[in-house]
């Protein structure tokens, strides 16, 4: 007969092997490029009517399902909490944010001193994190909110204040009452209170004007968090939201960003083919061509 200690040794085997079977599965990826066509037809949350006489522009956001060139990368078991908690059409476990569609987005990942860095998913070779990543398999979405032109400088002016004077470090503690939080969100609340901002999976006794008026900023951050954080304190939708909604932004995942007052839904593509199908949806949808130079493609 099998000791307890040869039972646990297989089922902890079975286990591991089912888990890596898994996340083979979720990275398996045609690579095709696809465009849609939500901008035309339909936002995910209606937006606030914008004055005809002021000025928009677009704030991006990057959803991704990395890869991992080697299944034991220990960053497959966040990948796993964070996806096995995921609320949304997609499968994605992190997040980045960026101000065109050149491939150039800030995301907050392990790695390096300054954690808060670009994300280029052409050339992985200056961000420590995306380097273990297979730019083949992995799959990215892109979003994207319209805002006022005034709040989309102020977002783009607060990312820039945290790479120049606060040394962003990636919370490893926080993923625990935020992957708590999700769990029971996904696993323990009906479908029909499962949907971003519901009340009742809310901490009543948070104070979300501590965080609108801090005294000053926080360093800490998982990749959503950071990106809930500045658009909380930028864009008054999005604020507004949190408010009536009393939403801590620590506990925002990736997947969360879909469904965003406003935000509509690009295109999608592997990492590799990200420049090909940046340039395929802005020469189908010329209204955003201002926003991708099609130089890097050559470079």
């Not at 280029?120 to 006022?148: G, Q």
């Not at 509509?264 to 189908?284: C, G, N, Q």
Request: net charge neutral; proline share 4%.
């Amino acid at each position: 007969m099998c000791s307890v200690t040869e039972k646990i040794k297989r089922v902890f085997r079975t286990s591991l092997f089912a888990l890596l079977a898994l996340l083979a599965y979720s990275c398996r990826t045609t690579r095709t490029v696809q465009i849609f066509d939500d901008y035309k037809e339909k936002v995910t949350i209606e937006a606030p009517e914008l004055a005809a006489d002021e000025d928009e522009a677009y704030i991006f956001f990057r959803l991704y399902n990395p890869c991992y060139s080697s299944p034991l990368n220990v960053t497959n078991l966040l990948k796993f909490g964070i996806s096995t908690t995921n609320l949304s059409e997609i499968f994605v476990s992190h997040a980045a944010m960026g101000f065109d569609l050149n491939d150039n987005f800030y995301g907050v990942t392990l790695g390096g001193k300054q954690q808060l860095k670009l994300e280029i998913c052409t050339d992985l070779s200056n961000n420590p994190y995306m380097r273990k990543c297979d730019p083949v398999s992995s799959e990215l979405w892109v979003y994207a909110m319209k805002v006022p032109r005034d709040e989309y400088d102020a977002t783009r002016e607060m990312v820039q204040f945290f790479l120049d004077n606060i040394i962003v470090k990636y919370s490893v503690m926080q993923n625990f009452p935020y992957t708590g939080y999700n769990i029971k969100r996904k696993f323990f609340t009906s479908k029909k209170n499962q949907n971003f901002g519901n009340r009742n999976l809310t901490n009543k006794n948070y104070n979300i004007y501590k965080d609108l008026r801090p005294k000053k900023e926080p360093r800490y951050f998982v990749c959503s968090t950071f990106m809930a954080y500045v658009l909380m304190r930028n864009v008054e939708s999005v604020r507004d939201l949190f408010i009536e909604k009393n939403i801590n932004y620590r506990y925002v995942v990736p997947g969360d960003f879909t469904v965003f007052p406003g935000v509509i839904k690009l295109f999608y593509s592997s990492w590799e083919d990200y420049l090909i199908a940046a340039k395929k949806f802005v020469d189908e949808n010329p209204d955003f061509a201002p926003y991708f130079n099609d130089k890097e493609l050559s470079e």
